[in-house]
């Protein structure tokens, strides 16, 4: 089993709700979950996110830790914009969005704050690039932790009690990814995120597959026309999305080949889509082959 099932069938950190948050008795609040637990019951959550299958795979993660009121944003404005409509109890928030981006969106949330008297909103941070400093920097912006793309219970449920809980509560939270794989070698689908997938989405988990196929497609257009047209920003902003997308399902190679032409992109430089384009034909494939039914 995954990691994410193991965390789910274990027995989670301290509870996450308005009610532990009261409570005096931190002893008492470590030994009151069990296995049937929801960390994240009884928080009313938005999520900034402009990638739908990110959206949707990590909709699946917080409905299983026990949120049932998430609302989505699509880009930095409008997740600035719910805020003020009805403040929630926490954001997560993508760094990286299209129009206004997550670092923007925290600052127009931290002056109307300062500007209206209100209390600090916890945001923790959403970034798919898991670089050294990039805490530091999502803490000097104004966020309140960070958690690193593709989601998993661990990492969020650490930075929410970084977040939420007293600082005495619970050990000092790491978010950090220092993870240093390479796609050499490695199935075109990781079989643990599929195993974590299957748990979360039941009979809906070949959808979010068959629903990339279509999203991939799309995205492999954008980048062969920015690619073509020399457009670094353009295909920057394609393959970091196809990247995204790609490692919440587990689709490992082809997300970290995009990730090595969007780093190419960000260096100015429009890199060859020699070994992107077939990788992106073996995922099909692949795909194809574990759901041949769809």
């Known amino acids: 089993a995954g990691i994410l099932a193991r965390v789910l069938r274990g027995t989670p950190p301290a ?28 928080l009313h959550i938005l999520m900034a996110e402009d990638n739908r299958t990110n959206q949707k795979v990590a909709k699946l993660l917080l409905t299983r830790l026990g949120a049932t009121d998430i609302r989505i944003a699509d880009d930095g404005s409008a997740a600035v914009e719910a805020v003020a409509r009805s403040r929630p109890d926490l954001v997560l928030m993508d760094v990286q969005m299209p ?7 925290t600052e127009a949330i931290r002056n109307a704050e300062a500007r209206d008297g209100l209390s600090r909103l916890p945001i923790i941070a959403l970034t ?21 793309k593709p989601l998993r219970a661990p990492d969020l449920q650490a930075a929410v009690n970084n977040c939420l809980l007293p600082k005495d509560s619970h050990p000092p939270a790491n978010s950090e990814n220092s993870s240093t794989s390479s796609n050499k070698d490695l199935p075109m689908i990781n079989p643990d995120t599929l195993a974590e ?4 989405a039941g009979e809906d988990c ?18 062969r026309t920015a ?22 399902l587990g689709l490992d190679p082809l997300a970290e ?8 992109a960000r260096m100015g430089t429009c890199a060859g889509l020699d070994q992107l384009t077939t990788l992106a034909d073996a995922t099909v494939q692949a795909i194809h082959e574990q759901f041949p039914q769809q």
Do not use: W
């Open 197 to 200: 997938l299957r748990e979360l």
């Open 206 to 223: 070949p959808s979010l597959y068959v629903d990339m196929q279509n999203e991939m497609s799309q995205r492999l257009s954008s980048i």
């Open 99 to 105: 129009g206004m981006d997550g670092f923007e969106a």
């Open 128 to 148: 798919a690039n898991a670089m050294a400093g990039d805490r530091e920097r999502c803490l000097a912006a104004g966020m309140d932790d960070y958690v690193s």
């Open 257 to 264: 080949a995009a990730g090595e032409v969007e780093e190419a």
């Open 15 to 42: 509870l996450i709700t308005r009610h532990t948050l009261r409570e005096e008795n931190s002893t008492s609040r470590q030994h009151a979950s069990n296995e049937d637990a929801k960390p994240l019951a009884g």
């Open 227 to 248: 690619h073509a047209s020399g457009d670094c920003t353009g295909l920057r902003e394609a393959t970091h999305s196809l990247k995204g997308a790609c490692a919440s």
